[in-house]
């Protein structure tokens, strides 16, 4: 014969006692807790060859250890580990009882539900949907009547079923308790783990939740195992403590408890449909969903507000970017005037102050993007958009919450992926944020359009909104379909199931707000001091060494001086004119000359062979090799190049009319050119924030996979065009 250990559990007055009574008659007896005055009622029952015990746990409201009833109700799940807790709901009140539903959830204990009172269920006009309830909740649902004793049977029968299918096995549920709480979870629960602090009784994450809850039982048995980790720990709840309470005026257990509420409240929203509102609690939050997520406003609101934030952001940004880059500028002058010319003047000039200043040039877009994520966050906004866009973006393998970081990145063309790849961390799903992270930089990036720019106006000039138009179409549909593919392959998993956090709406408090987004900005900006700093000391030095020879330098300086006499000796202002011209172009063609010859330049030599499958020649390689520093650098680059075609050139003609008249471009390579610059490797501040969201591992192959996809489809396209012509 086998036998099942069950537990049933609910709030008060779900009808447990009713249920446990219909379903064990006259086989049960009552008897006590040890030292404390709860009753434990215990009963037996028979179904086919099975015999199933079952304890009444006291009803309470939660699992935290508030009160004796939910303290005891705990000390049975764990101690005596039932093979399944029958967790006994009212369901016409699911919106409050699913609360304790989630608690068993997070600790992993198998669990069902008994959706009680359905007889008033059904007399209230309550539909709930229970397959999807089910699959939402990742547990079975069976429909109860106590008082007639309707539905035992198949209850009995699905609890049996389902405890032999889990045989014991604690599942908790991971949910997100939004950006304050989760980091600490993570550190918390890896360092639970390492540790095996209460590994015997309780899942790790889950004690890390106990300890941010304050929960004292949980505290206390921690302390007496490990001291010291217990001090370190209560330390960090106490940092994370005084956060909220100054950021957001309120408690970790009062957001947790919303986060909670938020996906039963997502939850609800999927399965029951009900014809009176579930509780006064969420009025508020129901009334302005059914305008921000309705069926058809809710996007179209959606997409107007992502616009003015968009459109918000750049144009607002646009004024402290141009003063940070005169800043960086006004130091640049300075330095160079400062220092004697040579090798040291470049690296500080060139390599330092341009590096760091072109980093700390994004700060202020990077303050304004994360004061408006941090007001939709803390609004409740975000949840609701990620919650409508959820349908699309899974199908290509990514999550609702991914559209922020596209858009932020480019997706209306002029954004910007260092903000863009960060926005990601709104993201629960590794795997989800890897692909979204990936895939991001593909967008038009406002780096990216002069180079666009430059070429539709040389090849395309007719066209122009029309090319445009279809560059962000394009970065989107690859972004997309690479997701797609990389979900499918080398990120395969299962997305989660939607992500059902939909907290109550908030008003977030102007202080929260700044301090979000301040965190967030100080993160960024400590990068520039260090990982940024080394890797533009090196890509300033691949464009600078080994420089020219000595014979070739005396040869440069021996024409410089003898320019410089002629200017002197003639007093003609023509021809002081001219003569100041061709100095000019001398020292131009010097920089171009030792351009070629530094390692960037023989690589872009070296690569001619391989490149001019695209189309593109050796200074088109240096140009391109230069905007993995920052984008920026093509359009200066190819100007550098290209300055000097030939020394009798006029000199006042634009860069444009001189890549029309080279014989190395024609529309062809233009759309070649395109498509590699829109796809291939991000700029190196965008690999170093991808490293940081994930890891450099990911970020090299981002790199990689990025460059090799933009060649082989800039290859092709230029094939194809060449052909057609
Ligand atoms: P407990 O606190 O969870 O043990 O709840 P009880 O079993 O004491 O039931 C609370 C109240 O709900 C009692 O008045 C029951 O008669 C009533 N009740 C229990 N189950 C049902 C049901 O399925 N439908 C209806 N309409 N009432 C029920
Ligand atoms: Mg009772």
């Known amino acids: 014969m086998n036998k099942h250990y069950l537990a049933f559990a609910g709030n008060p007055n779900a009808g447990k006692t009713t249920l446990f009574n219909a379903i064990t008659g006259a086989h049960q007896h009552v008897g006590n807790y040890p030292g404390i005055t709860v009753d434990r009622k215990e009963g037996s029952t028979t179904l086919e060859d099975s015999r199933i015990d079952i304890v009444d746990l006291p009803g309470c409201y939660s699992l935290t250890a508030y009160t004796q009833e939910e303290l005891v109700a705990r000390q049975v799940l764990v101690d005596e580990r039932p093979g399944l807790v029958v967790n006994v709901v009212d369901a016409t009140k699911l919106e409050r009882h699913l609360y304790l539903t989630m608690q068993f959830l997070e600790l992993g204990v198998p669990v069902m539900l008994a959706l ?24 079975p649902a069976v429909g109860t009547v106590a008082r007639t004793g309707a539905g035992k049977e198949e209850l009995l029968r699905t609890a049996v079923d389902y405890a032999q299918q889990r045989n014991g096995e604690w599942r908790p549920l991971e949910i997100s308790y939004g950006p304050d709480i989760d980091p600490l979870m993570d550190r918390l629960g890896a360092r639970i783990e390492e540790t095996g602090l209460l590994h015997e009784k309780y899942p790790p994450r889950w004690v890390a939740l106990k300890y941010t809850e304050g929960d004292d039982s949980i505290i206390e048995q921690g302390r007496s195992i490990n001291p010291l980790l217990s001090e370190q720990m209560e330390a960090d709840v106490q940092t994370l403590r005084d956060h909220c309470l100054k950021t957001l005026n309120t408690f970790p257990e009062a957001i947790i ?27 508020l939050t129901d009334k302005l969903d059914q305008v921000l997520t309705h069926k058809l406003g809710g996007p179209v609101l959606m997409l107007a507000l ?59 877009l990077i303050m304004i993007m994360f004061i408006i994520i941090a007001f939709l966050e ?17 199908s290509f393998g990514l999550h609702g919450s991914s559209v922020m970081p596209f858009i932020i990145s480019g997706g209306i063309a002029g954004g910007c992926a260092v903000p863009g790849v960060m926005a990601a961390r709104t993201l629960r799903s590794p795997k989800e944020k890897l692909a979204t992270i990936i895939t991001a930089p593909f967008m038009p990036c ?22 445009m138009f279809s560059i962000t179409l394009g970065a989107w549909v690859m972004a997309l379909l690479v997701a797609r593919v990389l979900r499918s392959t080398l990120i395969r998993g299962e997305s989660t199931p939607f992500v059902m956090e939909l907290p109550p709406y908030r008003l977030p408090t102007i202080q929260g707000v700044l301090i979000h987004m301040w965190e967030r900005t100080w993160e960024y900006i400590k990068k520039a001091g260090t990982v940024v700093l080394a890797i533009s000391i090196l890509i300033w030095a691949a464009m600078t060494f080994p420089g020219l020879d000595q014979e070739t330098e005396q040869k440069f300086a021996a024409q410089q001086v003898a320019l410089e006499q002629q200017l002197e000796a003639t007093s003609s202002q023509t021809r002081q004119e001219q003569l100041q011209m061709q100095l000019e172009k001398l020292e131009r063609k010097q920089g171009l000359t030792a351009l070629k010859n530094s390692i960037a330049g023989r690589l872009g030599q070296m690569l001619e062979p391989i490149s001019e499958l695209a189309g593109f020649n050796w200074r088109t390689n240096i140009a391109l090799i230069g905007g993995v520093a920052a984008k920026e650098v093509i359009v200066s680059t190819l100007g550098t190049a290209y ?16 890549m029309q008249k080279d014989e190395d471009w024609n529309r062809a390579t233009a759309i070649s050119a395109i498509i590699f610059v829109l796809l291939y490797a991000p700029c190196f501040v965008t690999i170093v924030v991808m490293a940081r969201e994930s890891s450099w591992g990911w970020a ?7 460059t090799a996809l933009a060649f082989g489809l800039a290859c092709a396209a230029y094939q194809i065009a060449t052909a057609m012509v």
């Open 257 to 283: 408890a919303d986060y909670r509420y938020g996906f039963i409240h997502a939850l609800l929203k999927k399965s029951v449909i009900a014809t009176q509102p579930q509780s006064a609690r969420l009025d």
């Open 446 to 467: 406002g780096a990216k359009i002069p180079v666009f720019l430059l070429l539709i106006g040389a090849f395309f000039s007719e066209h122009r909104a029309a090319v």
């Open 306 to 364: 992502l616009y003015a934030m968009f459109h918000v952001t750049f144009t607002l940004g646009e004024y402290p970017m141009e003063l940070t880059h005169n800043f960086f500028a006004l130091l640049a002058d300075g330095a160079a005037a400062i220092l004697p010319d040579g090798v040291f003047q470049s690296l500080i000039v060139s390599g330092i102050i341009d590096g760091v200043g072109g980093v700390l040039g994004f700060v202020p």
């Open 378 to 394: 803390d609004s409740g906004y975000m949840a609701r958009m990620a919650y409508m866009l959820d349908k699309v973006f899974r």
């Open 700 to 706: 090299m192959f981002a790199l990689v996979f990025n």
């Open 116 to 139: 009680n009172m359905m007889d008033d269920v059904r007399s209230k006009g309550i539909q709930i949907n229970v397959p999807q309830l089910q699959k939402d909740l990742g547990c």
């Open 643 to 658: 300055s000097l075609g030939d020394v009798d050139a006029d000199n006042s003609e634009s860069l444009m009319s001189r």
